[in-house]
């Protein structure tokens, strides 16, 4: 199986700053025959169901607020809010659909400090 | 707008069964491939099983397969998980999670989730 890392297991960050989570897999999840990542990010705030932000490890989903961003590539990727809100408060997982069986990181919660 | 409610969630003993129903609406159910994932309280998220759109195509976790099963009635636009020789350890909010690519054979990401029902096992 696939194992995803994340990192850190928590954050607090200031209203306005950049929040960065990291998410690191045990294999690379990059596809070679159409060169795309098979890396996605959610999003779960208290009591609710986890909500998709990023596709693809760079594509956001449609109504995701252009703060928030993806990136990496293989086996090392990130999720970053470059401003971060009260409203992002929340556990942030990283998941990878390389194969099955699909798994997710363990979560890194994101606090205001 | 996509909704996908679940039900069937409760109380058990060991080694009961349990058959977990999710009802979507505001899309084309028959076009779309489906999962369920759970989530243990406190804990991460862990996908359990998938079903294509046309239930050619299933596939299972190893913690559930052989105990678990995944099915669908695209008439009813529902989908459902049977749970056999329930554990302990299976105690979690079961989601029904829709496949971010419509009709697939898996390996996707979800876009669209429900709220969960509670599976709670315990003697």
């Known amino acids: 199986d696939i194992v995803m890392t994340q990192s850190p297991d928590s954050l607090a960050v200031s209203l306005g700053e950049r929040a960065t989570i990291n998410c690191k897999s045990t294999q690379n999840v990059l596809y070679s025959s159409n060169n795309k990542n098979y890396l996605a990010w959610y999003q779960q705030k208290p009591g609710q169901p986890p909500k998709l932000l990023i596709y693809?490890?760079?594509t956001r989903e449609s109504g995701v607020p252009d703060r928030f961003s993806g990136g990496g590539s293989g086996t090392d990727f990130a999720l970053t809010i470059s401003s971060l809100q009260a409203e992002d408060v929340a556990v942030y997982y990283c998941q990878q659909y390389y194969t099955t069986p699909l798994t997710f990181g363990q979560g890194t919660k994101v606090e205001i400090k | 707008e996509v909704q996908l409610v679940e039900s069937g969630g409760g109380s058990v003993q060991p080694g009961e069964s349990l058959r977990l129903s999710c009802t979507a609406s505001?899309?084309?159910?028959?076009?779309?491939?489906m999962n369920w994932v759970r989530q243990a309280p406190g804990k991460g998220l862990e996908w359990l099983a998938f079903i294509s759109s046309t239930s050619d195509t299933i596939d299972y976790a190893d913690s559930v397969k052989g105990r678990f099963t995944i099915s669908r009635d695209n008439a009813r636009d529902s989908l459902y998980l049977q749970m056999n020789s329930l554990r302990v350890d299976d105690t979690a909010v079961y989601y029904c999670?829709?496949?971010?690519?419509?009709?697939?054979?898996?390996?996707?990401?979800?876009?669209?989730w429900g709220q969960g029902t509670l599976v709670t096992v315990s003697s």
């Open positions: 505001g899309f084309s159910f028959t076009g779309s491939s």
């Open positions: 693809w490890a760079s």
């Open positions: 999670a829709r496949d971010g690519r419509g009709v697939s054979n898996g390996n996707n990401w979800f876009d669209s």
